[in-house]
């Protein structure tokens, strides 16, 4: 089983950036692929960013494209998700999922394992 740890939430102003880290425990975390999704306060779970296997392939969503980067370290079983230009409609929980599957897939029904998420206020 892996366990998933998310961290580097916090308040930033519009236009400001934050990382986030997340940290597998198990030592198959190369053999997953890879998302972050996010939930608003008062809405569903949605998908952010999804990384294959072994990082050579993205996928964003359009509200988040070209602000945020997704991106992993095999040897350091971690998962990373740099944010830039943010707004305030990206205040949410973000969580990392890790999925069995080969292709890395955008729906969270289809990740096995969930982080506990992280807390992002994007505010002036």
């Known amino acids: 089983q892996v366990q998933l740890a998310e961290s580097g939430g916090g308040l930033v102003q519009p236009g400001g950036s934050l990382r986030l880290s997340c940290l597998a425990s198990?030592?198959?975390?190369?053999?997953?692929?890879m998302g972050w999704f996010r939930q608003a306060q008062g809405k569903g779970r949605e998908f952010v960013a999804i990384?294959?296997?072994?990082?050579?392939?993205?996928h964003y969503a359009d509200s988040v494209k070209g602000r945020f980067t997704i991106s992993r370290d095999n040897a350091k079983n971690t998962l990373d998700l740099q944010m830039n230009s943010l707004k305030p409609e990206d205040t949410a929980v973000y969580y990392c999922?890790?999925?069995?599957?080969?292709?890395?897939?955008?729906?969270?029904?289809?990740?096995?394992?969930w982080g506990q998420g992280t807390q992002v206020t994007v505010s002036s």
């Open positions: 999922a890790a999925s069995h599957k080969i292709i890395a897939p955008i729906t969270e029904i289809d990740y096995d394992y």
């Open positions: 198990d030592g198959s975390f190369s053999s997953h692929s």
């Open positions: 990384i294959s296997r072994l990082g050579g392939e993205t």
